[in-house]
């Protein structure tokens, strides 16, 4: 079962200078909002930007990972 | 299940993105949510005055995998406008809180006539399996 650190690990390893905060909505280890304030997001969509977050998860989103509530910042306001 | 049945699915998939100004896929349907995540997107749309289609994905898992094959999306609901992915829960959810919503749907006069599908003439063979027009 994902945990919220390794979430948060696996973002900020994998998307340059990615700062994130995830919550685990229900305590059920399924159901997950990810806040992630990275520079790499400036000059992308908002699609593009919660597509970078999905994307380091792959197939589990949707599997293991229920489901995952993104918010998206390129900096921290 | 076959290829062939998955590419068929595919297809609809596409001619109801392609045919359907607005269409919102989702879990259940906008009378009947199953899905906190599809009642917000729902509410959120129907905030915006516009009509819309919905595709329940329940009913066949291979609708889902085929959606997100399409449009390089993982969850469901996904919200496509003219053709494009607009995003999920979490886009249509801070679009709707900024007002860009109405926007992207084309509503911003409330009293302009919504825009209808095109006619059925280029349907090739039986409607899509499990899709419902639900527009007007």
Redesign the interface.
């Known amino acids: 079962m994902p945990s919220t650190d390794e979430l948060k690990q696996r973002i900020e390893s994998a998307i340059p200078g990615a700062l994130a905060q995830v919550e685990d909505l229900t305590g059920g280890g399924d159901h997950f909002r990810a806040t992630v304030v990275a520079p790499a997001f400036t000059g992308k969509s908002?699609?593009e930007q919660?597509?970078m977050v999905?994307d380091v998860?792959g197939?589990e989103?949707?599997g293991p990972i229920h489901?995952?509530?993104?918010?998206t910042q390129t900096r921290t306001s | 299940m076959s290829d062939d049945i998955n590419a068929q699915l595919r297809d609809q998939i596409q001619q109801a993105i392609t045919e359907n100004p607005v269409i919102l896929f989702m879990k259940g349907t906008p009378e009947q949510p199953r899905c906190g995540f599809s009642a917000r997107t729902v509410a959120a749309l129907e905030a915006t005055g516009s009509p819309f289609a919905a595709v329940d994905v329940l009913p066949h898992p291979a609708i889902r995998q085929e959606l997100s094959a399409i449009s390089n999306w993982p969850t469901v609901p996904q919200l496509f406008v003219n053709g494009e992915l607009v995003g999920g829960c979490d886009i249509v959810t801070e679009m709707s809180e900024s007002g860009e919503l109405a926007e992207t749907l084309g509503v911003e006069q409330p009293d302009e006539a919504p825009e209808q599908a095109p006619a059925e003439g280029t349907v090739p063979g039986p409607p899509p399996m499990g899709i419902e027009n639900r527009l007007g």
């Not at chain 1, 489901?67 to 918010?71: D, E, F, G, R, T």
């Open positions: 908002r699609l919660h597509r999905y998860f197939s989103v949707g489901a995952l509530s993104i918010k």
